[in-house]
């Protein structure tokens, strides 16, 4: 994130009147655009899981050549790319060069579908980050029909992997109209009991009910509970202003995906966390892996220290991605750091998650 959400506690008139209008609808349905590479057809499956990566710098450049030397020695099935795909302010149309420099180019010969996830950079609005233009990341859905890569064919959706059978559904969600800087006031499609946010309550609740993966796997940009800067949800930078402190966010999060999946998998924060379920999140562990480009440089949590939530892992200081193995009877989580001195990865924690 760059924006500081304490500096930028509510949306000005001049603010609010620049947010855009009601968007594009969104379902889960479509199916791939022509000449995409295939999803795998397997029930053991290597999957990256990457976040905030859409700098096109140098960093985000070396983390992607230690994803290439790991997909080299044992090949990946596929990636997610959990947001914050195009900084600082997110793509300005669907043919915009930033595709290239910032998701193509730095990932080249990772040949494999990379299922995407929206960020509050991908819809900026008059400050970087703030999430105040939703139709901007419109232009990342219909890039879903450019590129070979790049799955995204709306703004929420799911995947079963196999199709036949799957191991794992993969439950990609949207929740930045409820997670905005720049709150949509003036815009009932996006509210938070708008229609936007109720279809895509339904949509979820109806999918997961219906699904019968053995791992049922939220990929959201947000997380629920975090012990970095940015913080859990309801309580966002430490703050007590609703809904920019994301309030609703956890009242999604607390109705629709906990007790319901495995695993939530976040950005958001520039760091790498491996967080222990709790109470509240009645055996859903989150996960955050939002170190792909950037790091918080070991900035505390708003409590000032990063003890909010348990952890099995936490790192505040390095970028890194993760690994995650899933087959029928077991999953595997692996956390690789890179040392942007000489480019070199190591893998700093490994654990059978389930």
Avoid at 135 to 146: F, P
Avoid at 232 to 242: F, R
Avoid at 271 to 293: D, F, H, Y
Avoid at 323 to 350: H, K, M, R
Wanted: charged share 20%.
């Amino acid at each position: 994130m760059t924006v500081d959400r304490r500096g930028f506690l509510t949306g000005t008139a001049a603010g609010v009147a620049a947010l855009a209008g009601a968007g594009a609808t969104a379902h889960a349905e479509n199916g791939p655009a022509t000449g995409k590479f295939p999803l795998p057809d397997t029930d053991r499956l290597r999957v990256l899981v990457t976040g905030d990566a859409g700098t096109g710098a140098r960093p985000q450049w070396q983390v992607a050549d230690a994803m290439r030397e790991q997909h080299a020695r044992e090949p990946f099935s596929l990636a997610l790319g959990l947001g914050d795909n195009v900084y600082e302010q997110g793509p300005w149309a669907d043919d915009d060069a930033q595709f290239a420099a910032k998701f193509e180019d730095p990932n080249h010969d990772l040949d494999f579908p990379w299922l995407m996830v929206q960020g509050n950079h991908d819809n900026s609005s008059i400050l970087p980050g703030d999430g105040g233009w939703l139709l901007r990341g419109d232009h990342e859905v219909a890039y879903h029909g450019r590129s070979a890569r790049w799955f995204m064919p709306s703004r929420y959706y799911s995947v079963r992997i196999p199709q036949e059978r799957p191991v794992v559904e993969f439950f990609v969600l949207d929740l930045n109209p409820i997670a905005a800087y720049l709150p949509p006031l003036f815009q009932p499609y996006w509210a938070a009991d708008g229609q936007f946010m109720t279809e895509q309550a339904a949509w979820l609740d109806r999918a997961i009910a219906e699904s019968p993966a053995k791992w049922k796997i939220a990929c959201t940009h947000h997380p629920y509970i975090n012990n970095g800067p940015h913080g859990n949800a309801g309580e966002y930078e430490g703050l007590s202003v609703e809904p920019i402190n994301g309030r609703f966010v956890k009242d999604f999060f607390e109705a629709h995906v906990v007790g319901r999946c495995q695993f939530l998998l976040s950005g958001h924060d520039h760091s790498l966390q491996v967080l222990e379920p709790n109470l509240a999140s009645k055996g859903t562990r989150q996960i955050i892996s939002g170190a792909a480009a950037k790091s918080v440089h070991g900035e505390p949590s708003p409590g000032g220290k990063h003890t909010v939530n348990g952890a099995l892992y936490e790192n505040y200081t390095d970028l890194g991605f993760m690994v995650l193995e899933l087959a029928p009877t077991s999953a595997d989580l692996g956390v690789y750091t890179v040392d942007l001195s000489n480019g070199q990865s190591a893998n700093a924690f490994q654990r059978r998650m389930g």
